[in-house]
């Protein structure tokens, strides 16, 4: 009996607790979940807490703000437990559902935002930090927050300075500091700016004020540790970093993160002061820090006990750089290898092009060290598969942005082209920011409300960029793995020589493949030799700048190219495929003289062009990549504004036109038809695209935009096509100059239809003149439709324009037929079929005369 009133008690306890729940509003069920998952953070709560965010369809405003509230706390936990990009993406909610409902009555700056862009710089993702700091700068400036405008100033100081952009940063601080004097944070960032800027004096004197305020402060004592670091002073250096640690470990809330960062500046001192074993005891206690399971007998960590952590990257960069000092060559390319895994999950989170960039510059530095180490390896061991690693490291840095974006289009499902249109959405409104930024008369307010409406759609890509990554994950693990012997065989089936150049800060390696040759070296030696041999680069392609500078000196053009010839170690070959790096993609090879020869007629010269058939490729895997032979069956989308009656005329590009369309089946969208939206509603029923017009390169300031008739279409709206096409024309100026990014090369106009998926593009280097390029077109399209050949048809055309005679001297000096160069899928030379149906034709007239007599005979 006692059993079953035991029952009754329990029923009516669970009925009255169910009816509790019943009655309870949902932004109760929020509130209650999200207090249960804070008190305990458990797997168990977090799920709970999400399915009563997500379960909940109610939208009015207190609603929305509790859902806010819980995704800013889940984000918070996810930070402290070291999970950063979950972190990224319930911040990224939150700030969505609290600016698109228009919420109110919540900081949503100091609990949001702030963490949010904080995350942004850790995980490299700079460009969306960017955009998160100035958001929340002009939020606070138009909701009155001084406080939180300081921080986000201090903050965006601190992504400048991680960019590399010192000068920025300081200019930011400095204005701030006047009107905030007395802020140790905002002097500390700027001392900071000035040390990164070289001056130690302006360095010491904040440090000084600082210290002299606040001794015990952390961050300080740091930055003083680097400035003694950079005098050589490393007994006061290591001082300082070990009082700083002091300082650390009696502080509760130091987080692991800050101990480790701490140890590493120790690691790097010990490192420059030759003190190798004390380097690696620091370097132990870092990984001590940042892996829990990590023991101190293994030396270098794990695979398995690798994440996504910069500081976890640096520390492994910075074992290797020990292990090399200490002659262990294997066990330090295994440190960096390491150090590059990292590397790639940091990089796989990253999905706004701009960081991508400033991470592949980071690869660089690393790369320079690991190909001194296999070029070592190999002298010593004369084994080829230290030139095989050498080549993978090569070509894994070299266009790897451009590789993976149309990786990426070609594999993903629909919601790939969600991400385009938010990409064409992002490019819009980048302009329209920078038209504003640019405007004499800037209007603050709209420039506001740009940025926001910018932020939101990063916002939009970053969630649906976070719900496809699985696919992501499973699309990269299928990227194929090159060899040398496909390389190899690839070359020596289509009796081509490969050359690929590596410019590292004080070194140039070379490697040359073909038939009979594997080789690789290095060509530059030294800082002074690597300085002599940019120079040489330089001044030869300061021979481009203007139609007149070749002709003025004949001679001197000579002498600078023959040397620099000779400086790039080119080896004799008929079909010559270039991979350059750096500086080197902006030197047209075939211009550059072979021998010596006094003669002022330039077809009399030995240009590379005559014993050389000139291609370009970005690296060794897009080379094996590029295949299929060029169809006879083609049609062409030209593109030519023309601008008649106006300084910008292109008289000469109507004889392009008129050629091509004789020659292949051609849509012409001429004068007020070649606009933006024409030309991107027709490009996908082509399959070579031909742009006639004007173009702007870019600069360090400024993007590259090709001109429409309409209007400027600029880089970054490029980048949110897609095309399919077989050859891409860029027939205008500079289409090929851009800002130079390690590893990546020019920022061009070439490079964003190559990212926007044409993977065969012919385009110039300077300023081309209008009619040289419609002769040098002319001849191109005619050999085209002969030899079906995308790159021969180019050194064909560049021969073809050399010997005309009905073209003056002046006028066949590289400056205008040098300009233009392939990058793409290298075609074997075909005859057109044309001739086969005359020939036909030939051969059924007689066989027809013969057949006519024959039957007369017969009936006769």
């Not at 190999?378 to 230290?386: A, F």
Request: charge should be neutral; charged fraction near 20%.
């Amino acid at each position: 009996m006692e059993v079953l009133k035991r029952y009754i008690l329990s029923f009516f306890f669970l009925f009255y607790l169910g009816i509790i729940v019943a009655q309870q509003q949902p932004v109760d069920i929020i509130y209650s979940n999200l207090d249960a998952f804070l008190e305990q953070p458990n797997p168990e709560n977090l799920s709970k807490l999400q399915n009563s965010i997500e379960n909940t369809s109610a939208t009015d405003s207190e609603i929305q703000l509790a859902k806010t509230i819980a995704y800013c706390n889940i984000g918070y936990v996810e930070a402290q437990n070291g999970s950063l990009q979950k972190a990224i993406d319930v911040y990224e909610k939150a700030k969505q559902l609290y600016f698109s409902e228009g919420l109110s009555n919540y900081d949503i700056i100091e609990y949001c935002l702030k963490p949010l862009g904080n995350l942004y710089i850790k995980s490299q993702a700079l460009s969306e930090a960017e955009t998160i700091i100035k958001h929340y700068i002009l939020y606070a400036k138009e909701t009155g927050q001084s406080k939180q405008e300081t921080s986000g100033i201090i903050n965006l100081s601190v992504l400048y300075h991680n960019r590399g952009e010192f000068e920025k940063a300081k200019n930011i601080l400095v204005q701030t500091l006047n009107q905030n004097p007395s802020n140790l944070d905002l002097k500390l960032n700027l001392a900071s700016a000035y040390f990164a800027l070289n001056d130690t004096k302006e360095t010491k004197i904040l440090l000084k004020s600082i210290l002299s305020t606040n001794s015990q402060n952390v961050q300080a004592l740091q930055l003083l540790a680097q400035v003694n670091l950079s005098e050589k002073e490393y007994d006061n250096a290591s001082s300082n970093l070990k009082n700083a640690l002091k300082l650390l470990q009696n502080d509760p809330k130091t987080k692991a993160r800050e101990t480790a960062k701490l140890h590493l500046s120790l690691a790097e001192t010990y490192l420059a002061a030759n003190q190798l074993s004390n380097s690696f005891s620091e370097i132990q206690k870092v990984y001590a820090q940042l892996i829990l399971s990590y023991k101190m007998e293994q030396s270098l960590p794990k695979k398995e006990q690798l994440y996504a952590e910069t500081t976890l990257m640096d520390v492994l960069d910075l074992h290797g750089n020990v292990l090399s000092k200490q002659g262990k060559p294997e066990d330090a390319l295994e440190a960096f290898d390491l150090a590059t895994e990292v590397n790639d999950f940091l990089f796989a989170q990253l999905y706004i092009q701009d960081s991508k960039l400033i991470a592949q510059q980071n690869v660089k530095h690393r790369s320079e060290l690991m190909m001194e180490l296999f070029y070592q390896q190999y002298i010593s061991t004369k084994n080829v598969e230290w030139i095989e690693k050498a080549i993978k490291l090569d070509s894994k840095i070299k266009g790897r942005i451009v590789a993976d974006a149309n990786f990426l289009k070609g594999k993903l499902n629909e919601k790939s082209s969600q991400f385009q249109q938010l990409q064409k959405e992002l490019g819009t409104l980048g302009e329209e920011i920078q038209k504003q930024v640019q405007n004499k008369n800037l209007d603050y307010s709209k420039l506001a409300t740009l940025q926001k409406e910018y932020s939101f759609v990063l916002t939009k890509q970053r969630i649906l960029y976070d719900s496809i990554q699985s696919e992501i994950a499973s699309v990269s693990q299928t990227k194929t793995v090159f060899c040398l012997d496909e390389i190899k065989k690839k070359a020596t089936t289509l009796n081509q020589t490969l050359v690929s150049y590596f410019i590292g800060s004080e070194t140039v390696y070379q490697f040359i493949i073909s038939e009979e040759k594997t080789l690789f070296k290095k060509i530059v030696n030294s800082k002074d030799e690597k300085e002599q041999f940019t120079e040489a680069i330089r001044s030869y392609n300061h021979f481009f700048n203007s139609p007149t500078t070749i002709n003025n000196d004949i001679p001197f053009f000579a002498e600078v190219s023959l040397k620099l010839y000779k400086e790039l170690q080119l080896p004799k070959a008929q079909n010559l495929i270039i991979i350059p790096d750096g500086i080197l993609s902006f030197v047209p090879f075939q211009t550059l003289l072979t021998s010596k020869k006094q003669t002022f007629q330039y077809n009399e010269m030995p240009f590379l062009v005559f014993e050389s058939a000139i291609s370009y490729s970005v690296s060794f895997s897009e080379y094996l990549k590029n295949t299929g032979s060029f169809k006879e069956k083609q049609s062409v989308l030209g593109l030519f504004p023309v601008f008649k009656n106006t300084p910008q005329e292109l008289g000469y590009s109507v004889f392009e036109a008129e050629v091509i369309a004789k020659l292949f089946p051609t849509d012409l969208l001429m004068e007020s038809k070649a606009s933006a939206s024409n030309f991107i509603e027709n490009a996908s029923s082509h399959s070579i695209l031909h742009l006639s017009t004007h173009a702007i390169g870019g600069t360090f300031n400024s993007e590259p935009s090709i001109q429409f008739y309409d209007r400027n279409f600029s880089l970054e709206e490029l980048y949110g096509l897609q095309f399919s096409s077989q050859l891409v024309v860029l027939s205008a100026c500079d289409t090929g100059v851009g800002k130079v990014v390690k590893g990546e090369g020019a920022l061009s106009l070439a490079r964003g239809f190559r990212y926007a998926g044409a993977p065969n593009v012919l385009f110039s280097l300077w300023q081309v003149n209008d009619k040289s390029t419609a002769q040098l077109m002319d001849y191109y399209y005619q050999n085209l439709k002969n030899i079906q050949s995308r790159n021969l048809s180019l050194h064909q055309a560049s021969l073809n324009y050399l010997q005309d005679a009905t073209i003056d001297n002046a006028r066949k000096s590289p400056y205008y037929w040098g300009a233009f160069v392939y990058y793409g899928t290298t075609d074997a030379p075909q005859e057109s079929t044309d001739w086969l149906w005359v020939f036909l034709l030939l051969a059924i007239i007689p066989l027809g005369g013969i057949a006519v007599w024959y039957f007369k005979r017969r009936r006769s």
